[in-house]
């Protein structure tokens, strides 16, 4: 827990093609312990979410921000978590339809809320930065690698590609794809000993001139119906791997389409749906259990 803030009690909370992010304040009420967090991430003990976003300090742009998986573990970014922020700090009035800058995990990244409708559906791009596939970038092990671009699975050797969103990915193109398969693969690619850190594990499949479907084991989550940096990995894989030419390419899955556009340079801009859920605040007696945790 060393180094780790407090929350507030007053949460935010909504979803990106059915992954669920909660945002919370800074404040002296409940301390960001692993047992802490995964209580509230609890979907039938707590509010329940696919990871936190803490919104450091009041001040902004730019807004500093850490972020928690529902493990307690902290991780560098979440593309569904950064658009979540931006819809909650529209929804407070903080920021318009100008881009704003946000920093996480050492890095600066800039937001833009297009649009909002009546229905508390917001539409998010976020600047998620240049993607990298350098071993050391990635956080590979390069002697735990049957040799570059191969690892070893649960059933024999794959073919990956490792990329970087500022967090690590492990991509692998199949020719179909199937939930026994990411059942099979994620779990075990996901605690690789290739990957220093661990990874987030994409099965994609090409399916059109600009489209790639996916299936997404997330580091620290398991199984998830969409995830924000997981679209921009299979993109631009696809893109590294001459698979699909540089631009506007739709990632599809199973919660629904993210549009990502892949430059030259491999720089990377992220925009879909985010739709705000529910505000609330926890009370006393549940904030209680919580400090006993700490």
Request: hydrophobic share 40%.
């Amino acid at each position: 827990m060393s180094g780790r803030p407090r929350a507030a009690a007053g949460f935010f909370k909504g979803h990106g093609l059915g992954n669920d992010y909660i945002v919370v304040e800074e404040g002296n009420t409940w301390p960001l312990s692993d047992a802490a967090i995964q209580t509230v991430c609890d979907r039938w003990r707590g509010p329940g979410s696919d990871g936190i976003v803490v919104l450091l300090g009041a001040d902004g742009p730019p807004y500093l921000l850490r972020m928690f998986n529902p493990d307690g573990s902290e991780f560098e970014r979440s593309g569904n978590g950064l658009r979540i922020l931006a819809a909650y700090l529209a929804s407070r009035g903080r920021v318009g339809r100008d881009p704003f800058e946000v920093r996480v995990g050492g890095e600066s990244l800039e937001l833009t809320v297009n649009s909002v409708a009546s229905n508390g559906l917001y539409d998010v791009t976020v600047d998620m930065g240049r993607a990298a596939f350098s071993p050391d970038e990635v956080g590979l092990i390069e002697a735990e690698l049957e040799e570059p671009g191969r690892i070893l699975g649960p059933e024999g050797s794959l073919e990956f590609i490792g990329v970087s969103i500022g967090n690590p990915h492990c991509v692998v193109f199949r020719d179909s794809l199937s939930d026994d398969d990411l059942a099979r693969i994620g779990p075990h690619l996901t605690r690789h000993p290739a990957f220093r850190g661990g990874t987030n594990v994409q099965l994609a499949h090409i399916v059109g001139t600009n489209a790639v479907e996916a299936l997404i084991w997330e580091r620290g989550v398991g199984p998830t119906a969409s995830s924000g940096t997981s679209a921009c990995a299979v993109a631009s894989a696809a893109v590294w791997s001459k698979s699909i030419a540089p631009g506007l390419v739709e990632v599809r899955m199973l919660g629904g389409t993210l549009q990502v556009d892949v430059g030259e340079d491999m720089d990377l801009t992220l925009r879909g749906p985010v739709q705000e859920v529910y505000t609330g605040e926890l009370t006393a007696g549940f904030v209680e259990e919580l400090n006993g945790f700490a």
